[in-house]
């Protein structure tokens, strides 16, 4: 199968092949995944779990660097890379476990929860819309932004119905997760939110998967809470965003 | 862990058929995790079979959008001269987002509990506030 190294000689040709073989094969986009998401991780374990050096944004950029250095288009990274990538499928449906042992506290703060849920969505699809808009961007970008604090799936289904593009959504949402899980920290201390539910529950209606990450990592109860913010964010905003976006956007 | 992963599998494999059958705006995958939820409901015993790797996944959440985020990133060059306007309103809604939610959650928790201490042991009081 593969090319065999020749020893002397022609051993930089010999190199070549190999490297023709592995950039075509799956195998080399999964372990670089695995690879450098470990080193992230090790780096964000060594600065004491730092939200700065959130271990999905360290990593997206050393790969991106990577294929932009060797000149390798994104699908064929993805082929390898997509066995991780399907295991997001299996890991929301997982969710239900740490919020089935949170249904106690579920059950009592569904009040809360809902008023957090409500409030926290429409304030960040307006505040986007709003700042987009002053500072003039077009009505496709505003629309592009608006589903962004959603989980991507649904985000990218709501920027097509109101006139955005779903892939630019998809890049933005992967944005706002990153951000939202390196500041979490910081907005929760100064506003002296200390409850570990309130802070996993906001992470997960504003920054979707990437914030319930984030959670999980510090706290299993933020990350139940977290996840199921996540869920029903979206399954709100499926409903509400499309008629508050588009009305927003009619307006402006 | 095989009947556990097959177990998630089967869930998300419903779920997707459910959302698709019933045309709801929903993913596949958010439908699997309300369907396991009511199945953990229904059978609490359940849990212990499939925790050890709901549990691994979840501590490794983080790595499962590498891929996906990759490929963001090689769309960002092409915002051009929005660039600012995105960027700045990205940064203003997601701290807006977070401070809202979390603000609201801890003022009406702080209302509905007057008095009880929120982190109560007692199970089953229903009905919150």
């Known amino acids: 199968m593969t090319p065999g190294l020749p020893l002397a000689g022609e051993a930089f040709g010999g190199l070549a092949d190999v490297w023709v073989y592995l950039s075509a094969s799956p195998l080399l986009g999964l372990s670089i995944t ?117 989980t991507a799936p649904v985000a990218m289904g709501i920027s097509e119905q109101i006139g955005g593009l779903p892939t630019l959504t998809a890049a933005l949402v992967v944005c706002t997760g990153i951000l939202g899980a390196a500041s979490a920290r910081y907005v929760f201390d100064a506003l002296r939110i200390t409850d570990p539910s309130a802070r996993g529950f906001a992470l997960g209606t504003a920054a979707h998967g990437i914030g319930t990450a984030r959670a999980f990592l510090v706290n299993p109860e933020s990350g139940a809470f977290a996840g199921l913010a996540m869920g029903l964010c979206a399954l709100f905003s499926a409903v509400a965003l499309p008629l508050v976006a588009g009305f927003l956007l009619r307006w402006i | 862990m095989i009947p556990a992963l097959a177990a998630l599998l089967v869930f998300q494999l419903i779920g997707e058929a459910l959302v698709r059958t019933l045309s709801v705006p929903v993913p596949g995958p958010v439908a699997g995790m309300a369907l396991l939820l009511v199945a953990l409901v229904l059978r609490p015993a359940s849990l212990q079979a499939i925790k050890p790797t709901s549990n691994t996944l979840l501590q490794h959440l983080s ?41 609201t959650m801890a003022w009406l928790m702080k209302r509905g509990s007057s008095g009880s201490p929120p982190a109560s042991p007692l199970p089953a009081d229903e009905g919150g506030p």
């Open chain 1, 34 to 150: 695995l690879l450098v998401y470990h080193g992230a991780f090790l780096l964000y374990q060594r600065s004491g779990l730092h939200p700065l050096a959130n271990p999905v944004a360290l990593s997206v950029i050393t790969l991106g660097v990577l294929l932009w250095v060797t000149n390798t288009p994104y699908a064929t990274y993805f082929e390898g890379a997509q066995f991780v990538h399907f295991l997001l499928g299996p890991a929301t449906v997982a969710l239900a476990a740490p919020l089935f042992e949170q249904m106690a506290r579920l059950k009592r703060l569904w009040l809360p929860m809902l008023g957090a849920l409500v409030v926290g969505t429409l304030s960040a699809t307006a505040s986007a819309i709003g700042v987009a808009w002053a500072l003039g961007a077009s009505k496709e970008t505003i629309a592009s932004l608006a589903p962004k604090s959603v």
């Open chain 2, 63 to 103: 790595l499962l959008f590498v891929p996906a985020g990759v490929g963001v990133m090689l769309h960002l060059e092409r915002l051009g001269d929005e660039a600012l306007a995105i960027g700045v309103a990205l940064v203003v809604s997601t701290l807006v987002g977070l401070a809202s939610a979390a603000l």
